[in-house]
């Protein structure tokens, strides 16, 4: 079992900044491809950021790319979320996943591809 515990959610102006963290509890998560997702109020949960440690390979959903960062340090467990230039519609709870398998069936975008899940964090972006 991995347990992710995320933090560094907060309420924010519009055009600011966040970090995310989320520490995972294993110590092979270093071969885990790791994520976050978020779920806005009455919305489908959905993928924001993925770090694929083979290939070191990054992925961004297209309303976050460019603004948002995903960075991991494997000696200390953790995987980081650097959010700026942050809108309204980033406003939800923002879920840290792993995947330990540590590559796709499908696709990066995919909830069923993270087996492992976060309590989430909640993130509020005001104007």
């Known amino acids: 079992q991995v347990q992710l515990v995320e933090s560094g959610g907060g309420l924010v102006q519009a055009g600011g900044s966040l970090r995310l963290s989320c520490a995972a509890s294993r110590r092979t998560f270093s071969t885990y491809v790791m994520g976050w997702f978020r779920q806005a109020p009455g919305k489908d949960r959905e993928f924001v950021a993925a770090?694929?440690?083979?290939?070191?390979?990054?992925y961004y959903s297209d309303s976050v790319k460019g603004r948002f960062t995903i960075s991991r340090d494997n000696a200390k467990n953790t995987v980081s979320l650097q959010m700026n230039s942050l809108k309204l519609e980033d406003t939800a709870v923002y879920y840290c996943v792993a995947n330990s398998r540590g590559y796709y069936r499908n696709s990066y975008k995919g909830i069923d591809e993270y087996d492992y899940w976060g309590q989430g964090t909640q993130v509020t972006v005001s104007s």
């Open positions: 770090h694929q440690w083979s290939g070191r390979s990054t």
